[in-house]
């Protein structure tokens, strides 16, 4: 499969795909145009020659719905030709080959795998990528995460993945907000000269974001690592020196040619007797977005057109306003007042019941006389109540001529700078492309967090081992949870999976065993491309391929009958399968003539068994025990089920050996199926098969999930340091320096609460006192993903130089609801953990008494009066919660 991206000039070619890989990609890339080669016609090979498949295949029937072309010749050549004929491109223009070769790199997903569990979004199926990353990251990060489930990455990147996370979850560091853009559209805007001022201020953000993580010592660790990544994602090879340098040089050329945020050089113009509206309108286009020194004359030459149009304004319209207001009766009469026509750009006399005629030899006469009637552009007298002058309109003309001229080398300015950055595009490209994969990363850590999920152990298959049971690379889940319930919740039934072989997965109906296959498949890709999964520890195979087969619908458009669509499922899924990879087949043929189907499955059984690849073939056809089936390794598993009140029921357990048990009635009757039908089954039943339910219907025995242990409590050591410096500078001279104002309260908080945490302890055995460590998280900054269920005591520090002191086990939800706040988007803060809640609501209420007291003014010091915490000693029992 060959894709080109017209707009990158670049394309990607990947090899060996199956056909249900080429279905995902088709399903999951947007294109403009698809071109098929002639070789899908004549090709010998079998599997993909097109008239093999004829109507009824599921490539043929994909490519059916969709407009297509055919080619001929050399596939990449042919192809980069039509494109430059498409989108009228030079003959010249060169692509550059993007793809990263790797041959440890997994397959890319089948179309049933990832419609199963979710990562292409499928009604009825748990979606993963509701999971992976929490609900405010949506666009491109979404977009990278599914990417890299439908395309796994070698084990090298997954093993650079999962470190970059695991150092995620533990720094204590702000983190910028991470502006993602996109970099076809960015391409595109230089390419094209159309890059605007906010376009420009975006670029900018994306640098100085890249070097803000440089400049920390804890985000540029992680920034080095994330070079790997992008490389995967963009084919460009960058070396990190070099990389961080021409972002500095990206950044100091933009800030030298556009006004950024807060740069206040440039004003709209303001003069007497012209409504503001009209410059507001005129120059807020172009006014603000170029730096002055870069067009002072032209500044200039609009500021003298604003004038002189406000001094004819002024001469003309003004002695006719006044002589109006002076003349005009008490109950209604004459009217006249300057008004911004909109429509025609333009600042006009109206009046309403006036003649200029019935005042001749009155005060104001010489500028009555000067008013004509306003006219439009294309000379048509505008209406009865609109009159203008020569002189002002002269005046308009030049200012419209200033301000077009004006207009006119901004966008000059812009072009060049828009021609500037395009020598560097591979290094916009790049940068933008980081930021979106360490937000999309740190989105993953923080929600990975919340759900307690882990990190697995990952490890590579040895080529050099021979593939049997006792040198077989495991997959371990020890207290795995289906991944769309919340196991922080305790909602879910866990298993634990210690897979050396493939499983034969026997179980009633409703018994969980579907959901455990998706869930071993979720876990299983999780780990492979570095993310974290739902369990409490797992070590994961780097599995070559991982493909997940469920329940197949007919299709009667490709007149085949269910039963044919999971025949040719599983036939491209035995094709593909070696011993690196995971193969799930969930109840195995369902849909044929049981006698006939037991002995398919039987078969494919040992032939995935022969194969030496790690799995489970789940099935309700119990005669296949009854077959002399030759297999090594494979082994009997069960999902559980337990008798009680007098009614078998499942338990969701994984067990070992067999479950003959379907509780088929159970569920028919649960499903609100009619009383006499569940009752004349049963007859029938015990009349047909009355013997074998007496020989089968037992069970192997269970076995009951041993409790865990409970964790032994941790007693936080809190250790006294005062290394402050004096809190007697005065406030208004911090005022102005955020910087040093967040310093300040940095100190005051550790001066307040480490003394009064000393206090507490000093008479107590503790091995130590742990620092009171303040952390900033400035105006476009977010807090780091190892707050998440930790308890934190912060101080908001607000654009009016007020403070506000709160706690939460949320911080990163509490500082995005506070900057939701009118006034407040650019809010600081400044916090610190603490071992729990019972702490952080004491040394609340301690910062809100005594922090006025260091020269803070706080905006809810009425919360202090709710407890004496900060003015009255207490014992340590009440300060550190008793386990």
Not at 339 to 354: P, S
Not at 542 to 553: E, R
Not at 614 to 624: K, P
Not at 850 to 865: E, M, R, S, V
């Amino acid at each position: 499969m060959v894709r080109v991206f017209e707009t990158m000039k670049t394309y990607s070619i990947e090899d060996g795909l199956t056909e249900e890989a080429l279905l995902t990609k088709l399903r999951t890339c947007s294109s403009h145009h698809l071109f098929l080669h002639t070789s899908l016609k004549h090709n010998s090979s079998g599997t993909t020659r097109w008239g093999e498949f004829g109507d009824g295949g599921l490539l043929w029937g994909e490519c059916n719905a969709r407009q297509y072309e055919w080619l001929e010749g050399n596939p990449l050549t042919v192809l980069l030709s039509k494109v430059k004929g498409l989108y009228g491109l030079e003959d010249d223009v060169r692509f550059r080959n993007i793809t990263v070769l790797s041959e440890s790199r997994p397959r890319p997903l089948h179309l049933s795998t990832a419609t199963q569990i979710g990562v292409i979004p499928t009604e009825g199926i748990p979606c993963i990528m509701k999971v992976l990353l929490p609900s405010n990251c949506t666009g491109l990060p979404t977009l990278y995460i599914r990417d890299l489930l439908l395309n796994p990455p070698p084990y090298e990147i997954a093993s650079k993945i999962q470190a970059i996370c695991r150092l995620m979850s533990d720094i204590t560091c702000s983190i910028p907000d991470f502006t993602c853009v996109s970099s076809a559209k960015l391409v595109k805007l230089l390419e094209l000269r159309e890059a605007n001022h906010i376009e420009f201020c975006r670029i900018k953000n994306v640098v100085d974001e890249i070097l803000f993580m440089h400049k920390n010592p804890e985000l540029n660790e992680i920034m080095q690592m994330l070079m790997d990544p992008t490389w995967l994602a963009t084919g460009l090879k960058i070396q990190f020196d070099t990389f961080v340098s021409e972002c500095e040089w990206a950044s100091h050329t933009i800030s030298e040619m556009i006004s950024l945020d807060g740069e206040t050089d440039q004003k709209i113009s303001s003069y007497p007797g012209v409504p503001s509206d009209f410059f507001q309108n005129m120059e807020s286009s172009w006014k603000g977005r170029i730096k002055k020194m870069h067009m002072e004359d032209i500044l200039e030459e609009v500021e003298r057109a604003a004038e002189f149009l406000s001094i004819a304004i002024t001469e003309d319209f003004l002695p006719v306003i006044s002589r109006i207001r002076a003349m005009n009766a008490p109950l209604g009469g004459q009217r006249g007042e300057i008004l911004y026509a909109r429509e025609h750009d333009a600042v006009w006399f109206k009046g309403k019941r006036f003649s200029p005629a019935v005042w001749a030899g009155s005060p104001g006469e010489e500028q009555i006389k000067q008013l004509k009637p306003a006219l439009d552009s294309k000379g048509r007298k505008v209406g009865e109540e609109w009159f203008t002058t020569t002189k002002v309109e002269n005046a308009l003309t030049g200012y419209h001529e200033a301000s077009a001229k004006a207009k006119a080398r901004v966008i000059e300015l812009l072009r060049v700078l828009s021609g500037q950055l395009l020598t560097k595009i591979n290094i916009l490209v790049f940068a933008s492309m980081l930021l979106v994969i360490a937000k999309a990363l740190f989105a993953h850590v923080s929600e990975g967090r919340r759900r307690k999920w882990v990190f697995p152990s990952l490890s590579n298959f040895s080529v050099s081992k021979a593939r049997d049971t006792a040198s077989t690379d495991g997959l371990v889940l020890n207290c795995l949870s289906p991944y769309w319930f919340d196991a922080s919740q305790g909602s879910a039934v866990l298993n634990t999976v210690d897979m050396k072989s493939l499983f034969l997965l026997t179980g009633p109906n409703g018994g969980g065993k579907s959901s455990l296959l998706r869930s071993i498949c979720a876990a299983s890709l999780l780990g492979i491309c570095g993310f974290m999964v739902p369990a409490e520890s797992a070590s994961i195979p780097n599995f070559d391929s991982i493909m997940l087969h469920m329940k197949s619908y007919d299709s009667p458009a490709d007149r085949k009958s269910s039963f044919q669509i999971e025949m040719s499922e599983i036939k491209s899924l035995i094709a593909e399968a070696t011993s690196k990879s995971l193969v799930l087949v969930d109840e195995i043929c369902r849909g044929t003539e049981t006698a006939k189907g037991t002995c398919i499955a039987g078969s494919i059984i040992e032939t995935l068994d022969s194969i030496g690849c790690l799995g489970i073939v789940s099935t309700h056809l119990h005669g296949i025990f009854s077959l002399p089936l030759l297999t090594k390794n494979t082994v009997y598993k069960a999902m559980g089920t337990a008798y009680t009140d007098g009614q078998t029921k499942p338990t969701w357990k994984l067990r070992d050996g067999i479950c003959r048990e379907s509780l088929a009635f159970e569920t028919a009757q649960r499903e609100g199926m009619p009383e006499n039908i569940i009752f004349r089954a049963e007859e029938l039943y015990l009349s047909a098969f009355a013997e074998k339910a007496s020989t089968e219907n037992g069970l192997n025995g269970h076995s009951s999930p041993g409790s865990d242990s409970k964790r032994a409590s941790q007693t936080c050591q809190l250790q006294t340091t005062i290394t402050a410096r004096s809190v007697g500078q005065s406030r208004s001279e911090l005022s102005d320096r955020p910087d040093l104002l967040q310093k300040d309260v940095g100190n005051a908080i550790t001066i307040i609460c480490e003394k009064k945490l000393a206090e507490l302890y000093k008479n107590q055995t503790v091995s130590g006192l742990g620092n009171v460590k303040c952390v900033t998280i400035g105006a476009r900054e977010q807090p780091p993903p190892s707050t998440i269920g930790a308890s934190s005591v912060y101080v908001m520090l607000r654009p009016d130089k007020k403070f506000y002191v709160g706690e939460t086990d949320d911080l990163e939800g509490r500082i995005r609801s506070h900057r939701l706040k009118e006034g407040m988007q650019t809010a600081a803060f400044v916090y610190f953990t603490v071992p729990g809640k019972s702490v952080a609501c004491q040394l609340e209420t301690l910062l809100i008494n005594q922090l006025p007291d260091h020269g803070f003014q706080l905006t809810n010091i009425a919360d202090g009066k709710h407890r004496n915490f900060g003015a009255s000693p207490l014992s340590v029992e009440t300060a550190i919660p008793v386990r």
